[in-house]
């Protein structure tokens, strides 16, 4: 039951083959069994759990069951949720109880849909390990040494250790890619605006975007419906047409259902600096999109080699901001002693935040500095545009652009927490779509020495369905995406 | 003091103005005053983690208006920027205001300057510089428990329009005349209440002097949260005296932000320029552009009242009013209304404009008014002076029997409308010629000297035989009518 896809876990839920008591109990088994080391998840509620199933249960009696009710996920811990604790991550919220439901948690509530509880990443969203989070590293299920990737490790781990049927995640920077890439599943950041970041804890607020982590496309598109959709609680909410993301995946058949599809390969995503074995398996996939009838062209994304020094000007810029609430004086940690406000202020934020964080409030004071604005943070703006500019020249050429997710296959813990550059490295081929607010996804393209390996789709504003289609077409006839780590079955 | 006529004083204004909406600027709580702390805070005043501002759609139409207001340029663009610093009252650690682009950008109010011994008065334009959209901080309650400062969020999030004047004043009279005329403006178009005490309209002035006819702008000190026009001219008279003597004994002036003292009369630095904030200004990545197009415009333009210099030409043009009546009858919305309404309930012009900035505002004024009692609620609404006057007018009461009328109605000696206070007081006019005929007869024969006196050509006897008619009747007799008869019977 563990690797059935949300589809199949509806219909033995619609049928009776299972209740959603007995379901959801199946995965706080594994949970108790599995999450002692892997650590995946930071804050449990059975009985809050298990009262949710019992709700989904007389509905689904009741024959009015939406497509996700009864079935158990998983919520990265940034989510605000309505009497659970909500950290981030950090020792600066681990004594917040949210009061409120972020619209992510109440889409999945409407839906009928089971939390099984909050999942670890790294504090505040920064990292691509969860090796910053203040509970501690996650393990990744298909080599405990090494990680599963950032920020949303804990969500990467329960999708691929089968702790939840599947996951929400969130995307400043790569941060539901790269750990869908590093645990081998399928993780989709839509358009930034089309799903609501009302109660989603804030890292930098015009790149963060929440999105599904889940074994396959079809997964993903039945998130992405609970998801997407308007909410004036968030000004920068696009008020874009309700769809359903599932509506072309039945026609993803025959031999050639891409026959027509143009794949823009970006030559500057092929060069140096990507691991040749993960290169390998890249090529391989989109050698078998070939066969299903797309056509591949050589593109140019010219401005991307400046992704990563423009969102580390733009990130931490809105981070030293956001963050500033934080102060301890309505809530999450404040100093035990201190002898004035100042030094409140001062010890309450030394002590609550790790050093990641403070090394990014840290830049993003500095670059919004009076003298320093102008150089760094306007100019990173204007980048920005360039970056965007050169997706819609991409565009004019072709219909999806795909490339490797991450440069490397999943790496050791500790390997790189000592060297903050190569850490955000790991994001090099994921920030530009942030950067541009453009949908991306990455799908399992197979393994290298035994560690998974993704493939990364790029679509245009608003194409999340053609995404899923696309990605949908070769989870048909390929399974890297049903692989399970082994020792954990 | 006699220094004083070679330096020239330069003053700028920075007016928070608190927007007349229903909630916060950036929520949808409450913006009531003097309720219980913290019961007006909800999860975006408190800054939970997660929250998200949606702008108030009323506090950009209070901005429109006021731009509108002063003629002022209203950019098709605006944007909101995140002011960064850290303060108990002040829950995100950053304000969202406008910085680089606001919602008002170049504007002009006219002032008039009150006559001020032998210097006449005169019309001055105050150029506003830019008004621009912001959120109120909380408020930080010191003592309440012992050795602890308390937050009260309440007030969090409350829509300010913050109004920006160039450095165009030169006296402390011209800074409250500008005051003055920008605090009745906000309320005659309804953006702002005008309630100083309660913080709806706060100052923040701008002083530095220099020599008389040089250029180059002195060092400023901003003198912080002036909530009365009193203090405000006593606080700019201070505090130029204070720059001058300073500079006058080789001092030099300080960039400073100063708090005034109303008990001691001074002005006294709070904090020097140089430890100020670095504010690190950026757009706020949560909100998107503010987009005003024309038809945006139009729409509020469409609301808008009359402006106090239209109807001020209107009242001149339609009702005949002189200059003078019709400025002061313009100078509040209220007194405008109160006027308008008057006369539409039956009463000539000018003798309304006469009973309302002479009797009227006298009553308002007067220390005896300790109710505070207001033009828009008094004892004697519009309605009423406009049936006293109508009764005067068709001569049902004289003048004085009016004043007395209104006095009874000011303290609501007797219940009833108009007409019932003039039968109950005995004060109605008496019109009968029959009896009128028949007191003067009466008159005339008693007084026989007087006639003679009359008869030999002596004018003011006939004054004096009126005065014993009118005392006959009781005050009661219509004097037009007193003087033809009289007339007609001493002819005969």
Redesign the interface.
């Known amino acids: 039951m563990i690797n059935n896809s949300l589809k199949t876990l509806s219909q033995m839920l619609a049928k009776k083959e299972i209740s959603s008591v007995e379901m959801t109990q199946t995965f706080l088994n594994r949970i108790n069994q599995y999450n002692p080391s892997i650590n995946a998840y930071i804050a449990l509620d059975n009985a809050k759990t298990l009262a949710q199933a019992k709700v989904a249960d007389a509905r689904i009696a009741a024959g009015n069951a939406a497509p996700l009710t009864g079935i158990p996920f998983a919520q990265k811990d940034i989510?605000?949720a309505k009497g659970w604790q909500?950290t981030?991550g950090s020792k600066m919220?681990a004594n917040?109880i949210?009061?409120?439901d972020?619209h992510v948690v109440a889409q999945f509530d409407a839906a009928g849909a089971v939390n099984l509880g909050k999942t670890n990443m790294d504090e505040f969203a920064m990292g691509s390990s969860n090796e910053t989070s203040y509970f501690g590293g996650v393990k990744n299920p298909w080599d405990f040494d090494r990680v599963p990737g950032g920020s949303s490790g804990g969500s990467a781990a329960a999708v691929a250790a089968r702790l939840c049927a599947a996951a929400t995640g969130t995307d400043t920077g790569g941060s539901i890619r790269q750990p869908a890439s590093l645990c081998g599943f399928t993780g989709l950041k839509p358009t930034y605006g089309l799903v609501s970041?009302?109660?989603?804890?804030?890292f930098?607020?015009?790149l963060d975007q929440a999105g599904p982590m889940a074994k396959s496309a079809e997964d993903c598109a039945l998130m992405l419906n609970v998801m997407a959709g308007f909410d004036?609680?968030?000004?920068?909410s696009l008020n874009h047409p309700k769809e359903d993301y599932t509506r072309g995946l039945s026609q993803m058949t025959g031999d050639k259902p891409l026959n027509g599809l143009k794949i823009g390969l970006p030559k500057e995503f092929f060069g140096d600096g990507l691991d040749a074995n993960v290169a390998k398996v890249v090529q391989d996939a989109i050698a078998e999109y070939k066969k299903l009838g797309a056509e591949l062209i050589e593109i140019s994304l010219p401005s991307s080699h400046l992704s990563i020094p423009v969102y580390y000007v733009l990130a931490p810029?809105?981070a030293?901001?956001n963050?500033?609430?934080y102060?301890g004086?309505?809530?999450g940690h404040r100093a035990a002693e201190y002898s004035d406000?100042n030094d409140m202020?001062m010890k309450s934020r030394a002590e609550g935040f790790g050093a990641e964080v403070k090394r990014r409030i840290l830049i993003g004071?500095y670059v919004?500095?009076?003298g320093y604005?102008d150089a760094y943070?306007l100019k990173a703006q204007q980048i920005r545009r360039l970056i965007a500019d050169d997706f819609v020249q991409a565009f004019k050429q072709c219909d999806i652009i795909m490339g490797p997710t991450a440069p490397s296959t999943a790496f050791k813990a500790g390997e790189k927490a000592d060297d903050p550059v190569a850490m955000y490295l790991q994001d090099v081929y994921t920030i530009a779509t942030n950067l541009a607010g453009l949908p991306g996804m990455s799908i399992p393209a197979g393994f290298s020495n035994g560690l998974p390996v993704g493939l990364q789709l790029m679509g245009n504003y608003f194409d999340e369905a053609r995404m899923l289609e696309v990605a949908h077409a070769y989870q048909q006839v390929t399974d890297w995406h049903l692989a399970m780590p082994k020792g954990i079955e | 003091m006699m220094a004083n006529n070679n330096w020239e004083v330069v003053i700028g204004l920075e007016t928070h103005t608190q927007l007349k909406t229903n909630t916060k600027i950036f929520s949808g709580a409450s913006i009531q005053y003097g309720a219980e702390p913290n019961t007006q805070a909800d999860?975006v005043s408190?800054?939970?983690?997660?929250?998200?501002?949606?702008?108030n759609g009323q506090a950009v139409e209070c901005a429109i208006k006021f731009g509108l207001a002063i003629n002022a340029e209203i950019p098709e663009r605006s944007v909101f920027s995140?002011k960064?610093y850290?303060y108990?009252d002040l829950?995100?650690?950053?304000q969202i205001s406008q910085f680089e682009l606001p919602i008002v950008a170049k504007g002009a109010v006219i002032i008039q300057v009150p006559a001020n011994g032998k210097n006449a008065a005169y019309e001055k334009v105050i150029n506003i510089t830019r008004a621009h959209l912001e959120e109120d901080a909380g408020k930080s309650n010191h003592g309440v428990v012992e050795g602890m400062s308390g937050?009260d969020l309440n007030r969090a999030g409350t829509p300010l329009l913050e109004i920006v004047t160039e450095p165009d004043m030169r006296s402390a009279a011209e800074a409250v005349a500008y005051a003055k005329k920008l605090h009745e403006l906000v309320q005659w178009i309804g953006i702002c209440d005008g309630n100083m005490q309660e913080g709806s309209f706060r100052c923040d002035v701008n002083v530095s002097v220099r020599p008389k006819g040089t250029e180059k702008l002195g060092t400023r000190r901003e003198i912080k949260n002036l909530n009365s026009f009193k203090f405000m001219q006593e606080a700019i008279e201070y505090e130029t005296q204070w720059q001058i003597e300073t500079l006058e004994d080789g001092g030099k002036i300080q960039q400073a932000t100063v708090l005034f003292n109303p008990d001691t009369g001074e002005t006294k630095a709070m904090r020097s320029k140089e430890e100020a904030n670095?504010y690190?200004?950026?757009p706020d990545?949560?909100?998107?552009p503010l987009e005003v197009t024309a038809a945006d415009k139009a729409r509020v333009q469409a609301t808008m009242p009359e402006l106090p210099e239209a109807m001020k030409a209107r009242f001149e043009s339609e009702y005949g009013l002189s200059n003078y009546d019709a400025a002061s009858l313009t100078t509040s919305r209220d007194v405008a209304d109160y006027f308008v309404e008057t006369v539409k309930h039956g009463a000539q012009a000018k003798p309304a404009a006469n009973w309302i900035l002479g009797a009227l505002t006298a009553k308002l004024n007067t220390e005896l008014n300790t109710e505070h009692k207001s033009i828009a609620s008094n004892p004697i609404s519009a309605r009423l002076l406009a049936a006293l006057l109508k009764r005067v007018q068709d001569n049902n009461i004289s003048n004085n029997a009016a004043k007395q009328v209104f006095e009874a109605m000011w303290v609501g000696e007797i219940a009833g409308d108009v007409d019932a206070i003039i039968e109950a007081k005995g004060l109605k006019q008496e019109s009968d010629s029959g009896a009128i005929e028949g007191i003067i007869d009466e008159v005339l024969a008693a007084n026989p000297a007087m006639v003679e006196e009359f008869k030999a050509g002596r004018e003011k006897a006939f004054n004096a035989l009126i005065g014993q008619a009118m005392k006959a009747s009781k005050g009661k007799a219509n004097p037009a009518q007193v003087n033809e008869i009289l007339k007609k019977k001493l002819a005969a």
Do not use: H, Q, W
Not at chain 1, 197 to 202: E, N, V
Not at chain 1, 232 to 236: A, E, N, Y
């Open positions: 989510f605000c909500t981030c919220l917040f949210a009061p409120y972020a970041r009302y109660g989603m804890i804030a930098a607020s015009s004036v609680r968030d000004s920068t810029a809105e030293s901001s963050l500033s609430r102060d004086v309505r809530y406000l202020y004071t919004l500095s009076a604005y943070y | 999860e408190t800054a939970l983690p997660g929250v998200l501002p949606v702008l995140r960064n850290f108990p829950p995100k650690g950053y937050i670095d690190r200004y950026f990545p949560d909100l998107l």
